[in-house]
């Protein structure tokens, strides 16, 4: 059974950091591209960084600069440290395949999320 377990987020104070894990079981992702993805209160869910199994990333405009993706292939998990952070970046913050989401009894597999609230 898949899994993706995102933990880290929290309440902070505008300029603060964060580091968000994502953890992942029950498929090997390590030869897929993966991603962070964020959904803020009524708004679709949007793409905020991508890395492929090389390691090499991309960024939306709005966080280059402010977050990093890493990943560590051997633990199955990706990482987003996100520094200097906006009210704007206030989302539930979520991990899954870049191209490739699970299908889990017939519909796309998304984790919990982990909520990122940014005060000003």
């Known amino acids: 059974q898949v899994q993706l377990v995102e933990s880290g987020g929290g309440l902070v104070q505008a300029g603060g950091s964060l580091r968000l894990s994502c953890a992942a079981s029950?498929?090997?992702?390590?030869?897929?591209?993966m991603a962070w993805y964020r959904q803020a209160p009524g708004k679709q869910r949007e793409l905020v960084a991508g890395?492929?199994?090389?390691?090499?990333?991309e960024y939306i405009e709005s966080v280059k600069g402010r977050f990093t993706i890493s990943r560590d292939n051997a633990r199955n998990t990706v990482y987003l440290q996100v520094n200097s952070l906006k009210p704007e970046d206030t989302a539930v913050y979520y991990c899954?395949?870049?191209?490739?989401?699970?299908?889990?009894?017939?519909?796309?597999?998304w984790g919990q999320g982990t909520q990122v609230t940014v005060s000003s």
């Open positions: 899954n395949a870049r191209y490739s989401v699970p299908i889990v009894r017939g519909k796309p597999y």
């Open positions: 029950g498929r090997d992702f390590s030869l897929d591209a």
């Open positions: 890395i492929t199994p090389g390691g090499n990333t």
